[in-house]
């Protein structure tokens, strides 16, 4: 059997070889960008020490891991990630899932387009120019936000872009402004397959348009916002960079800085690499056992699963 | 015609969808009033922008804005960078997605399931920064062009769409009927496989332009030279850093206060300036991404 399946592999490369020419680029890629670096993790068990290199400094065990645990940082920054993830996932994905269900309901091709063209618009907008409009349009002294207050007659308006209480909101609301428009597409995608008959027959049977959504819509969307869930789930721990580092000042850092800011400053700001390796691996960890846990469980409780 | 009355809308549905009607023009103008504010306010006077007379349209109208975007070189030379790492970068990425995507749609490629758990278990594992950051320091990479296009050209996510749509849309018969008469699996690629998927490639090129023109990240960390600074480091420093530099030391009180005029115009007009390649290519970026996204939504 064995023998038999080796000379089939031998006849299929040979007969096919350019296929393998072709994939040995991108695998180059892959193994250099995505595979080399795993070398580098065993830094985290090390006293990294650029004269000795990767390979040649000393050992120092679970040095890295004990002291990120006992630093003062370990928990306020673990909670600014969790809080900001998990806040932003309670937020978008219903924010998402009910303007597809309202979308799908309008039969007004012209607004539907209109809402839709507006709606997805702010997704291609870089994070520096969103950021960028926050500080203009928050602004207590320029933006309209301090033109309101004054009209209002609000005496000392709080400054929202350093209010380290206000940090959480305006990460997440900023993200609902910028993202519900195209996270819709995919539920909207998953609605247009629901076969109209249904529709035909709930009407006979005298559903209510409510009816329809919580029994129909709902039903259909269901596989897909499991996968999505999923796959935040996986990445509770990995708050983006791009925004937080540039929404951080010295005002709110105190709830803005999560994992990825704090690796990015040990690491290549005061070139602590073996510190910032310990954190990072310990980021990978928890994210990838997370995903595997969230994949379990919707593989027990429902169809649907990412892999 | 009983049934039709049956079927006409309750009272109940009506107020539903004027409910809907509603909200969705609440979210239509919450949505584009920022937008519209910003480019009302890169079209007015300094004084009408900080004294707060804009609302909805430009006041005291004037293109001192752009003026002013035109006077600082800094921007130029982002832009031009931007283009460069935006144009190379993606036609690496969709050349690379479409090598390692063609083979492993092949379902007796020999080879494919290790493949397909190497490009898995790749977008969920991954060694941290301080790691990526050491490899392309070894290669020599910093501070060049090619780490601004090179590391994250591989993107698994696309790897995967391209697969699907090669599997679903790439009839098996064509290729076994170019295997008889003697075409080779390059030839095939080539000349067959590539004209058949101009839609899903024009979603990856247009994914991978819109990330790498919008992104600042892997700049941040690998460039330390100015005049190598992508568009968005520039804005970086304009719009979240507040740091407008002038060339000529000593300033008259008029010309500090023109300058103080432009500075502020300035954020305005160069947010515009800087999303004008992506405006123009919206029209078929939401035609392609959303068929893109649709592709992806089909399980791996």
Redesign the interface.
């Known amino acids: 059997m064995t023998i038999r399946m080796t000379a089939y592999?031998k006849k299929?490369?040979l007969r096919?070889w350019?296929?393998?020419?072709?994939?040995a680029?991108?695998?180059a890629?892959?193994i250099?960008?995505?595979?080399?670096?795993?070398?580098?993790?065993q830094?985290a068990f090390k006293e990294f020490n650029p004269i000795q290199g990767?390979w040649g400094s000393p050992w120092v065990g679970g040095k890295q891991f004990t002291m990120f645990f006992e630093s003062p940082f370990f928990w306020p920054v673990i909670k600014n990630t969790l809080l900001l993830s998990v806040y932003s996932l309670l937020v978008s994905t219903p924010a998402a899932i009910l303007?597809a269900l309202?979308?799908n309901?309008?039969k007004n091709q012209r607004?539907k387009k209109?809402?839709q063209?507006?709606?997805?618009?702010?997704y291609?907008?870089?994070?520096?120019?969103l950021?960028?409009?926050i500080?203009?349009?928050l602004s207590p002294t320029?933006g309209?936000y301090?033109?309101l207050t004054?009209l209002l007659g609000v005496a000392d308006s709080i400054d929202i872009l350093g209010d380290p209480k206000a940090f959480s909101s305006l990460y997440v609301w900023s993200g609902v402004?910028q993202e519900t428009?195209y996270g819709a597409?995919?539920y909207l995608?998953?609605l247009s397959g629901v076969n109209p008959e249904l529709y035909e027959a709930a009407?006979?049977d005298?559903a209510?348009?409510?009816q329809k959504m919580v029994h129909i819509d709902l039903p259909t969307i269901r596989p897909?916002i499991i996968?999505l869930l999923i796959m935040s789930i996986?990445g509770l721990l990995s708050v983006g960079?791009?925004k937080v580092f540039?929404l951080q000042n010295m005002l709110n850092l105190s709830t803005s800085e999560v994992i990825?800011t704090y690796?990015?400053k040990i690491?290549?700001v005061h070139m602590n690499?073996s510190f910032?390796?310990a954190v990072?691996?310990f980021?990978?960890i928890i994210?990838?056992i997370l995903?595997f846990s969230a994949n379990l469980l919707a593989r027990r409780f429902s169809e649907s699963s990412l892999? | 015609m009983r049934s039709h009355t049956?079927?006409k809308e309750?009272t109940?549905?009506r107020i539903?969808?004027a409910v809907?009607?509603t909200?969705?023009t609440v979210?239509?103008i919450?949505?584009?009033y920022?937008?519209i504010?910003?480019v009302s306010?890169s079209f007015s006077s300094s004084s009408a922008?900080?004294s707060?007379r804009v609302w909805l349209f430009p006041v005291e109208p004037t293109l001192y804005g752009y003026k002013a975007v035109f006077q600082y070189p800094q921007i130029w030379s982002g832009y031009l960078n931007s283009i460069i790492y935006t144009g190379l970068a993606s036609v690496i990425s969709v050349t690379?997605?479409v090598?390692?995507a063609?083979?492993?749609s092949?379902t007796?490629?020999?080879?494919r399931k290790i493949?397909v758990w190497?490009?898995?278990f790749?977008m969920?594992?991954?060694?941290?920064?301080?790691?990526?950051?050491?490899?392309v320091r070894s290669?020599h990479m910093l501070d060049t062009i090619w780490a601004m296009v090179?590391?994250?050209?591989?993107s698994v996510f696309s790897?995967i769409v391209a697969k699907t749509f090669f599997q679903t849309t790439i009839p098996g018969d064509l290729y076994e009927a170019a295997q008889l008469d003697g075409c080779?699996?390059?030839r095939f690629?080539v000349s067959v496989v590539v004209p058949l998927s101009k839609p899903v490639l024009a979603v990856l090129f247009l994914w991978a332009a819109?990330g790498q023109?919008?992104?600042?990240?892997n700049a941040l960390?690998f460039l330390n030279g100015e005049e190598k600074y992508p568009l968005?480091l520039v804005?970086?420093e304009?719009?979240?850093l507040n740091s407008v530099t002038t060339t000529s030391m000593s300033l008259s009180a008029e010309q500090l206060k023109q300058f103080e005029d432009m500075k502020?115009l300035l954020?305005?007009s160069v947010?515009v300036i800087?999303?004008l390649p992506?405006l123009m290519l919206?029209p078929f970026?939401?035609k392609y991404?959303?068929k893109g996204?649709?592709v992806g939504?089909i399980?791996a």
């Open positions: 592999w299929y490369i096919h350019q296929l393998y020419l072709i994939v680029v991108p695998v890629f892959l250099t960008f995505n595979y080399v670096p795993l070398v580098g993790i830094l990767i303007l309202a979308l309901e309008v607004f209109v809402v063209m507006f709606t997805y618009a702010p291609f907008i870089s994070t520096v120019v950021v960028g409009m500080n203009i349009i320029i309209i301090g033109q004054e402004w428009g597409i995919i995608a998953a009407k006979i005298g209510s348009r409510v897909t996968i996986g960079f791009e540039l990825s690796v990015y690491g290549l690499y910032a390796v990072g691996l980021n990978s994210g990838f995903i892999f | 049956l079927i309750t109940g549905d539903m969808m809907i009607y909200v969705l979210v239509l919450a949505v584009a920022p937008l504010y910003i306010s922008v900080m707060g690379l997605t090598m390692m063609y083979p492993i092949h007796t490629f020999v080879g493949l190497a490009l898995l790749a969920l594992f991954s060694g941290g920064l301080i790691p990526f950051y050491l490899v290669l090179l590391p994250g050209a591989l790897v080779s699996d390059g690629l819109v023109w919008n992104s600042y990240f960390i968005q804005l970086r304009i719009l979240v502020n954020k305005y947010i800087a999303s992506i919206y970026i939401q991404f959303v996204v649709m939504s399980k």
